[in-house]
């Protein structure tokens, strides 16, 4: 790794994971490709689901619930919200 910092090289993709929950890819455009949820949020899936529909409908509230907190936490990271620091500014 040190050799291709280095040699002027930077990275294209940013393979990370977020809480220990949900891993993702970061792209130096700060697109988040390949959303995958661990076996920690799998594991917290409905066991009372009677059917597919209701399986997917527990996922789908887990994971949206974990992508909330994720994308909080995505933004807080790297520097909050431009509506944030102009309304910051305008008051001042």
């Given at each position: 790794m040190r050799r291709h910092i280095e040699a002027?090289?930077?990275?294209?993709?940013?393979a990370m994971t977020w809480d220990d929950r949900v891993s993702f890819v970061l792209t130096p455009s700060l697109t988040i490709k390949r959303?995958?949820?661990?076996?920690?949020?799998?594991?917290?899936?409905?066991?009372?689901?009677?059917?597919?529909?209701?399986?997917?409908?527990?996922?789908?509230?887990?994971?949206t619930g974990e992508l909330a907190r994720m994308f909080a936490d995505i933004v807080e990271v790297l520097g909050g919200e431009q509506g944030d620091a102009m309304l910051q500014a305008a008051a001042a």
């Open positions: 002027g090289k930077q990275c294209m993709r940013l959303i995958t949820p661990l076996d920690v949020i799998k594991d917290a899936s409905d066991p009372t689901a009677q059917n597919d529909d209701e399986q997917f409908d527990s996922d789908m509230t887990l994971m």
